[in-house]
């Protein structure tokens, strides 16, 4: 390992989540010398997370793999009077994945195309310096400066990368959706679909879920408050009467919880040597929270843009705008757009989250959030205000 912390670099990626083993393994694929840095001890580890993921074809990997847990066939969104409304499509279908594998199989495909990985190994500053970065790692108590052309910030959503070189705020935090989660055995599931609770106020801001995983659920919730604590949350909706009989023979067998930034995508991911991604953007669902496809996405734009800036010798923050160019084309209106609807669904009451569910209580094949509002509005007129906004 010391070896690899003593050479030097033309990309340093910081965090061997999903954005960062991406990042680091199209850097590599296209030649270029890439060192991938990860502060825990087991890449994948500890796991903060529900683990779902959509569109996980897209990524040219195979399902076979044994990281796959469930396929997700679609949803039911379950309102607080119990009501359930199926939806269906490609918004709802994907996987459920072993997110301890999935992480590891990642790195370990960017390995295989040269990325130089070494773990329990933080980064703890940035220097610039003519030809780029240089990169402040601690392994095992001791003190390393990497050289490096270029920096992908892909540490998560705490991101102290992306402090460093004033692309995020520490006066300006972003939102974060606080989650806690059991994976436990023995939940009576329906079918292949994941599940959805908006309750107001058993999980205030947020919802909770559960999720299929093969022998195992993960049943889990956000909030964004801070009058409580997310397990405080959780514990209190094992509790509600509409799980007893789903809940009544499960058994936790393991305890996850974190935080997921939800407030929408930072502003500037790219700066001369630097870019952000994952997490550490806001580059999440505010809608869902749901971060891993997203992550993965970005992450490979930035492996791309960073090896087309080798090749180029140019690494200025013009040359690395083309991966800002291209995620926010991709994703950026959607963002913003859900990061609206989550405003709007936080101001809904028990009552108004009923009524919506009334009015969409046929099954949804490919969520039309326009249709569905027309149709709130026509049975609730009182709800206008709240969607004013969106249908102009
Ligand atoms: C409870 C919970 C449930 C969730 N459920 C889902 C879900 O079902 N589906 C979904 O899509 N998303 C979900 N998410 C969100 C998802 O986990 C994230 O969006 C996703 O992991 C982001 O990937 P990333 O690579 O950007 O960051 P991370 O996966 O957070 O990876 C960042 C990595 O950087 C490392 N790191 C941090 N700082 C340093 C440093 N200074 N030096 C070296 N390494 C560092 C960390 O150890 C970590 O390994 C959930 C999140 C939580 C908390």
């Known amino acids: 390992m010391r070896w690899i912390l003593k050479d030097e670099y033309d990309v340093v990626v910081v965090g061997a989540g999903p954005a960062g083993s991406m990042a680091s393994y199209y850097a590599s694929k296209n030649g270029v010398k890439t060192l991938l840095v990860e502060k825990s001890q087991e890449i994948g580890e500890p796991v903060r997370c529900a683990e779902a993921i959509p569109k996980l074809e897209e990524f040219n990997i195979p399902l076979s793999e044994e990281f796959v847990r469930s396929y997700i066939k679609g949803g039911y969104l379950i309102a607080p009077n119990g009501k359930k409304v199926e939806i269906r499509g490609s918004k709802t279908e994907g996987y459920v994945v072993e997110r301890k594998i999935f992480d590891k199989y990642l790195a370990i495909r960017s390995a295989k195309v040269g990325t130089k990985i070494a773990v329990k190994s933080r980064v703890v500053d940035l220097y610039p310096y003519k030809d ?86 993960n049943v889990g919730l956000g909030v964004i408050d801070k009058s409580k604590k997310a397990i405080d949350y959780l514990n209190e909706f094992l509790e509600h009467p509409i799980l007893e009989d789903r809940l009544k023979d499960a058994t936790p067998v393991e305890f996850k919880c974190g935080g997921v930034p939800v407030g929408g995508p930072i502003e500037r991911t790219v700066d001369d040597n630097i870019m952000v991604v994952g997490d550490a953007a806001g580059q999440v669902s505010p809608l869902t929270g749901g971060g891993i496809y997203l992550a993965m996405s970005c992450g490979s734009i930035a492996g791309e843009v960073a090896s087309k800036a080798v090749k180029k010798e140019d690494y200025s923050k013009e040359t690395l705008m083309e991966y800002e160019r291209r995620w926010k084309k991709k994703f950026y209106n959607t963002l913003m757009t859900e990061l609206k609807y989550k405003n709007i669904l936080q101001k809904l009451n028990e009552e108004d989250l009923n009524i919506i569910a009334e009015v969409i209580d046929d099954k949804l094949e490919d969520i039309d959030v326009k249709k569905i509002i027309f149709k709130v509005i026509k049975k609730a007129p009182s709800l206008l205000k709240y969607f004013k906004d969106i249908i102009g």
């Not at 970065?133 to 998560?156: C, N, P, Q, R, S």
């Not at 994976?183 to 309750?199: N, W």
């Open 132 to 217: 780029g970065f240089k990169v402040k790692v601690i392994h095992l108590g001791e003190e390393y400066t990497v050289k490096t052309k270029i920096v992908i910030a892909a540490d998560g959503m705490e991101s102290s990368v992306a402090e460093m070189v004033g692309l995020r705020c520490k006066k300006n935090p972003m939102e974060v959706c606080s989650c806690a989660e059991y994976e436990m055995t023995g939940v009576k599931l329906l079918d292949k679909h994941m599940m959805e609770f908006y309750f107001g106020d058993l999980s205030p801001k947020g919802y909770a879920w559960i999720f299929p995983k093969g022998d195992t659920a």
